[in-house]
């Protein structure tokens, strides 16, 4: 079945990478941010992403309800919102630098996952639609890298808007993926996105 026009609820560039290299055509509408952790836990990982990766997606339907009220624009919103997770600690994006160190040593030396909530949104102009979430969880491994590395890592300020402050994209050789998904770890989890259009009669490079 031929993919309704597919929208990204997020600003993001690595999200934006990802689904542009999968060979999908989409158009991207930014969610107003909603205001994301940086070491905080009250739900779980798990929870926290599935509420704001469906927080940004209502918040998208809701910009596209106000932009063309009369007009029925079938679209599938795409929306992600990605933390790291370790002894229990949940690490968003870094405010600064100091941020950055403080969960780059907290994480060095550790097993740790990556948590993402991926939401799928039906919408066609009324933004009440049904949305279809999914947890997906990645484990790594980051080396106990020394105070030199550590300073490298932020003076290349890679960090900044990165989950747990860091970005597998980044190619550093003292992160390994011990079990799941490369991408979940970049910010967007290709396969689980494929699984679920594929579920909903839909497969890569229809239109």
Known sequence: MPLPQLTLASGSPQRLRLLTDAGFAFDVVIPHESA?????????PAALVAELAQRKAADVAS????RNPSEPAPRLLIACDTVAECGGAILGKPKDVDHARNMLERLRG???????GLCLWPYNSD??????????????????????????????????????????????????ICQGSE???IGLPMEQLTEMLAARGYTLGST
Not at 151 to 173: H, I, P, V
């Open 63 to 66: 910009q596209l309800a106000n």
């Open 127 to 176: 933004p009440s639609g049904v949305p279809e979430t999914c947890i997906v969880t990645t484990e790594l491994r980051m080396d106990d890298i020394s105070d030199d590395q550590l300073d490298e890592y932020l003076a290349s300020e890679l960090w900044q808007g990165k989950a747990g402050a860091f970005g597998y994209q980044d190619r550093t050789n003292w992160l390994h």
């Open 36 to 44: 994301e952790c940086g070491i905080c836990s009250t739900g779980g």
């Open 183 to 185: 991408s979940n770890v």
């Open 110 to 116: 550790t097993t740790h996952r990556v948590y993402s």
